[in-house]
């Protein structure tokens, strides 16, 4: 007992005690502070949901158990890629192949086929179907050259991606096996056994944080160049590559192969100039094939299902011919290291606080893929617009819409009646299948606006073919078959940001046709407008692709606009108000923005095309009024973001000048406004009940999921990444199904596989598991950017190079995926199409651009698809974030569009130029991030402007929530719930504090003993 | 008495309360282990890296994988963080984590290829398998590799492949695992430097006027540093110009600084070093065989950066945006301070960029600048 008095031992307890609870109080307060992280990683929330015994269940899951769904998505998989693959050519008929025949599959991507993208739409294919399996399902057992097979399969050779986290283009890596390893393992002695087929795959992957390399540079590093073997072009053949199919050509040659057909693996086009140069016989574009899409390829080339896929890229033999090529990447403003801008790939680089060093200027305007290629070629033809030396047959090796068939479709009887209101036109053209098999088919309709004086001296461009309606059906053999197309008067109009400055209709000739393809669309075009115009044409200046004919002026039509016209299309009515439409992006467009000075810039026109095609970027430097915009990194001083804040106040909210109600007791639960309209008083009071901290936590803590506020009952929610499904990998939660590549879905012009495929999607959040209570409520897709080159790393995750087709897939995808209680977030609103300075890249456009390309996939999904929600992206448009740009976030979306649910940010962790009182005020409404270390927020709840701004946010992130499967618990109860984590260390901390105490006092108990035992 | 019973009792309850709160919380896969009949042994080991230059500010990041196919068909994969340079035995190392993702294995024929077929991952507290990632191991003279997709740091949300590679045999035990994949932390090279001992941060000034601000091995900041020797120092760490306090009788120079991680987590340091022991070191001071110069190549400015090698040789170094410098291996004639440059090797792009530049330059050595020579006739030469 002595012992229990002794000083020394009560003192090294005390301190023992005294140090882990100091420790365990640091541990709480830090965790506390990332609190939302932690909740995040280990999915886990603070709160519980005291469930509503009468809670109606509002979204039903589909009459499937989890298996038979599973099953039924391999299959729709299977589908996508089945009419999306698209065959390019077939030397004669060498596809579909017998079901005997014998395979040496070629490349180390035929082993390891790509299946997706990388970074935060990756998914996990380690279950995915292999050719291998592929192909046996279909040619038998013992169809592959299993000696091929197994040398790639343990060669060590592996394609490489760049890392989405610190990674850069230079990472890249094809990595073929040179061929000096085939002879070395003896293993071209199995070719003669193998013989049939030589099936080559290429493969190039993609993914985010790091477009494809393009250039040299990209591999240099220190002024060493870490990889020449495909001259520094990654979408170009390597040196591997080319002696492969050099010594495959070989053996065709000498009779050991008897066929070679090549599948291109990639969403991101390759450049196929080396067509001419191999005698390849058959050739199918596949994109990334999802996890059991690569059955369908085999399926296509055995004959069981018959090509229908129309490629939505312009394929091209010269990459680097595209206008936009040129200022493709990040460029340094001249002045950035005197006002210390910095840049950022991703946000573990500090750079990524400011996001303010690089710009990019999209000079080709609206000339993107087959606007720039099928309109110079018009112009080439009838020797307009300064066309110069061009070569379409150089330059183009597909063009879009693209595909060929096992059966033949011929045309007839087209005709175009416009319907009486003048908003519409009803488009209609027999098709017969003149094949044995019944097959489908998708008719594409394109248009062609006249290009007028008014146009050319205000500055509005003209491609000489645009899509504006598809339809695809099956036809059975022999027999034909009408398509009846609507095509909306509004798809015909121009964005004229320098005369009229709104929509407008130009008086004069428009001409509609069926083509089987841009290219051939055109060609129709050109022979039309020569017969009516009575013009000769010089035949050798025409050419067509592949059978494709040059041109039938029978299956074209005009219709004549009497009237120029700039009132019928100046006006939406989507919000449900009358909003005009008018010029938005004048701070985007270098030559509007009075900014930038005397730094102007000569757009691509169609005009002067050799005068205007882009040669060299354009220098620019960093004004003070492009810092005081949007680029200053500064938060005081007369140029700073408080002033900018300040101003945004003053010109958007000087009418807000009362503080509204917040934290007011009432009785509203979310789940009551279910019932209640967009515009209805009720929100009012609704938010009246939110605290301001629950509004800018609600806002502000947003990382992949939405906060749960207690005050009016909304659960909290967890949001996850698509777009090809379901995945939470990124934050290492489980995945789901993963389709196709997006180009694939759009490449099967089939609008109700793919929203089959939404319907599945939005299911799978359904039923995905979690570890609390709140539900996967929201995707972060589909993407809806522009394949503006062909070497954007998010290619895959993007529908295609045409606006118009992206909207009207996104539509049907998100409202598929909506119906099913999953609320979309379409990614990334707007111009966000490279990766390369990424984090606050100024990017420089002129509106006729922004609107008729980089727009339109999200105006379908948001006007068309009913999206409730878009993902604003990391870079500016102009100098201002896209999550700060008024005239988007608030101007596009809500008033011209009518989106009513919530814009969440791209990744906003430690991105502090994303700014909250910028965004809120400008319209955004959600950050995907959390607040810890930039909550600007913080302190305002007394500023009317903010808090206003702040309620609407909160009512758009709100109404989100309540129109999905979250709100299936109905009335329930959220109360405050301490997640286990935090709970441990709490008891743990108590647990040291009474030690501390306990053995504190037995230490003064101690030395009071001790001093009377020495009195 | 009574008082000490109570004291007594006191304690041995929240000892007992701690201990069984210890006992419950800790990894129960011992237990499941010692349940389980039979001896369990390593029947495959692979090892695989994370590492690389990106992780440079991330050292803790930095880890080493042990993975164990054990006879019962189970996956045991251990890490150790050699990015914090700790080399103790395994017993007493923090940074070791023993049974870091556990998992599935087992062997397998996959499309005709006899292969290992590997799944890891972590169960969370409801016990859904969390950061799951599966790979094949196929095999190539005696060695299996396979690619798994690992967390760089848990919880981040930010992933790496990494390559494993290994079989029957690898390491001993955990002891031999963290021996073999330890590194000697190699202190980049210095002129002096300043510590915060306590909180164990340094600061090392090199010869060519770079500072590099570490916090433990992990690189927080870089920046610039200049010394008069008279006691004015700066530091220059991005935005920040630090004034750096030297008192020059106590012989000491002191300066503050934030690293500041993901905006909020932060650490202030305070730095000190022995005044004698830094050197002079001019402002942004430039070694002597390299000349910078600048050319308007039309609309892009480009800078130049040329570095004289050795007596016949150059390398020009020519960045004209970001993610665009190309590299000239040249060789040069060297008359009255004008250097004319001859460059062979450059092709494709790079020739271009190369036929566009002049290739005589006047050098000046008092300030390392260079510029282009123009001829009379208005022409660069």
Known sequence: ?1015 | MKLKKLLLGFVVAILSVVSIAFAACSNNNNDKDDEKPGPVTISYQLGGVMDGEDLDSFSFAKGAFWLKLMSDGSVVMDRYSFGNYNKAPAAENKDYVQNYMQGEWEETTRDGVKALSIEIYMLNDAGIKTQTSSGTAYERNGTYTCSLRLEVVTGAGFYRSVEFSGGTTLYADADDFIQKNAKEFVAPESVATFTDEELGGTVYLQKDGKALIYNGYSLAASGTWANDGEGNMTLDIGDDKIEVTVDKQADTAKFSYKYSLYGSYSIDFTFTAKYSDIPVQKAAEVADNVYKGTYDGGQMAMSLTLTITDKTNATLVVTIMANYAPSFNCTYVLEDGVITLTCDSADGNAKMVWDGLPHTWRLNDADHSMTAVVSDSGEQA
């Open chain 1, 1 to 1015: 007992m002595k012992k229990l008095f002794s000083k020394k031992l009560w003192i090294a307890l005390t301190a023992v005690f005294a140090f882990l609870m100091a420790v365990l109080i640091a541990a709480y307060c830090v965790t506390g502070f990332f609190r939302v992280a932690i909740n995040a990683a280990l999915q886990t929330t603070d709160y519980k949901i005291v469930p509503d015994p009468d809670a109606k269940i509002i979204y039903e899951p589909l009459a499937y158990s989890d298996d038979a769904l599973a099953e039924y998505e391999r299959q729709l998989c299977e589908d996508l890629e089945g009419e999306g693959a698209a065959l390019l050519f077939n030397k004669n008929n060498t596809l579909p192949l017998a079901k005997n025949s014998k395979f040496s599959c070629f490349s180390q991507s035929s082993v390891n086929l790509l299946y997706g993208g990388t970074g935060s739409g990756s998914m996990d294919a380690a279950d995915a179907v292999t050719l291998h399996s592929a192909l046996t399902s279909v040619f038998g057992e013992g169809c592959i050259n299993q000696d091929l097979w197994t040398f790639y399969v343990t060669s060590g050779h592996k394609r490489e991606n760049a890392a989405t986290t610190g990674g850069h283009q230079g990472q890249y890596r094809i990595n073929e096996v040179p061929w000096s390893e085939y002879e070395k393992a003896g293993v071209t002695d199995s070719f003669a056994s193998y013989g049939d087929v030589a099936l080559v795959v290429l493969a190039r992957s993609g993914g985010e944080g790091a477009d494809l390399p393009d250039d040299p540079s990209c591999f240099t590093k220190n002024g060493v160049n870490t990889y020449d073997s495909t001259d520094g072009d990654y979408l170009r053949l390597s040196a591997e590559e080319k002696d492969m199919l050099d010594h495959i050509l070989q053996y065709k040659k000498n009779g050991t192969f008897k066929k070679v057909v090549l599948l291109l693996n990639s969403a991101n086009s390759l450049q196929l100039d080396f067509l001419d140069d191999y005698d390849i016989d058959a050739a199918m574009w596949i994109g990334d094939v999802g996890m059991t899409g690569i059955n369908a390829v085999a399926e296509l080339l055995g004959g069981e299902r018959i090509p229908s896929g129309r490629i939505v890229d312009t394929f091209l033999k010269d990459n680097h011919s595209a206008p936009a090529m040129v200022n493709f990447g990040a460029f340094e403003y001249t002045n950035a290291d005197e006002l210390k801008l910095e840049t950022a790939q991703n946000n573990t680089d500090p750079g990524a606080k400011k996001g303010n060093r690089h710009y990019v200027i999209y000079q080709e305007g609206i000339y993107i893929g087959y606007r720039y290629y099928e309109t110079r070629y018009e112009d080439y033809v009838f020797g307009n617009g300064n066309a110069g030396d061009f070569s379409y047959e150089d330059d183009v090796a597909f063009p879009f819409g693209y595909g060929l068939s096992y059966s033949d479709f011929t045309y007839g009887n087209f005709n175009v009646e416009p319907a009486k209101d003048g908003l519409s036109f009803n488009v209609s053209v027999d098709v017969t299948n003149n094949g044995n098999s019944a097959a489908k088919h998708t008719v594409q309709i394109y248009f062609s606006s006249p290009y007028t004086q008014y146009d050319i001296d205000n500055g509005v461009e003209k491609a000489s073919v645009e899509l504006c309606g598809f339809d695809k059906k099956e036809i059975p053999a022999g027999e034909t078959v009408t398509y009846t197309i609507k095509v909306n008067t509004e798809d015909l109009t121009s964005y004229d940001a320098n005369g009229a400055k709104t929509y407008i209709l130009d008086a004069g000739d428009y001409w509609f046709t069926a083509g089987k393809n841009a290219h051939d669309a055109v060609n129709n075009i050109i022979r039309a407008k020569a017969q009516d115009g009575n013009i000769t044409i010089d035949e050798s200046k025409m050419y067509g692709v592949g059978s494709d004919g040059t041109g039938n002026a029978s299956l074209c039509a005009k219709w004549t606009n009497g009237k120029f016209d700039a009132e019928t299309f100046a006006v939406s009515t989507a919000s449900g108000k009358e909003v005009a439409i008018t010029n938005r992006f004048d701070n985007a467009d270098l030559n509007k923005y009075k900014g930038t000075a005397d730094q102007k810039i000569t757009y691509l026109s169609r005009n002067n095309w050799t005068g205007t095609f882009p040669k060299e970027v354009k220098a620019l430097k960093v004004t003070d009024e492009m810092w005081a915009d949007g680029l200053t990194h500064d938060e005081g001083g007369d140029n700073g973001r408080a002033a900018l804040v300040d101003r945004y106040k003053k010109e958007y909210w000087s009418e807000y000048t009362n503080l509204p109600a917040q934290g007011v007791s009432g009785e509203l639960n979310a789940i009551d406004m279910r019932e209640e309209e967009y515009d209805s008083e009720v929100w009012e009071q609704l938010l009246s009940q939110i605290t301001y901290e629950e509004m800018t936590a609600l806002i502000g803590d947003g990382f992949h999921l939405t906060q749960p506020v207690k005050s009016i009952n909304l659960p909290g929610t967890l949001d996850e990444n698509g777009p090809q499904g379901l995945t939470a990998s990124l934050v290492g939660g489980e995945s789901a199904m993963a389709y196709t590549s997006e180009d694939v879905m759009a490449a099967t012009f089939n609008r109700e596989l793919v929203a089959e495929m939404g319907k599945c999607i939005g299911e799978d959040f359904q039923r995905a598991q979690t570890n609390s209570d709140s539900v996967y409520a929201g995707i972060y897709g589909p993407g809806a950017n522009i394949h503006r080159t062909p070497y954007s790393g998010r290619n895959f995750e993007y529908y295609s190079e045409d606006g118009w087709l992206s909207g009207e897939m996104c539509a049907v995808e998100v409202s598929a995926i909506q119906e099913r209680g999953v609320y979309v977030f379409t990614k990334h609103f707007a111009l966000n199409d490279q990766e390369e300075g990424r984090y606050g890249i100024s990017t420089w456009s002129n509106e006729q651009a922004i609107r008729e390309i980089y727009l339109e996939g999200f105006e379908g999904s948001v006007v068309k698809g009913g999206g409730l929600g878009v993902m604003s992206s990391f870079n500016r448009l102009g100098v201002v974030w896209s999550g700060a740009h008024r005239g988007l976030m608030t101007g596009i979306l809500r008033e011209e569009w009518g989106m009513k649910g919530a814009a969440i940010t791209d990744c906003s962790v430690m991105a502090s130029y994303m700014d909250y009182r910028l965004g809120v005020l400008a319209g955004q409404d959600l950050w995907d991030g959390y607040r810890s270390g930039m909550d600007t927020l913080a302190g305002l709840d007394k500023d009317p402007a903010i808090v206003s701004a702040c309620r609407l946010a909160a009512k758009h992130i709100i109404y989100s929530v309540i129109n999905s499967h979250a709100m299936n618990i109905g009335s329930a109860q959220i109360l405050p719930a301490m997640p286990w984590w935090q709970a441990a260390i709490l008891s743990a901390m108590i647990v040291f504090i009474v030690l501390t105490a306990g053995s504190a006092a037995m230490l003064t108990v101690s030395v009071i003993k001790s001093k009377k035992k020495n009195n």
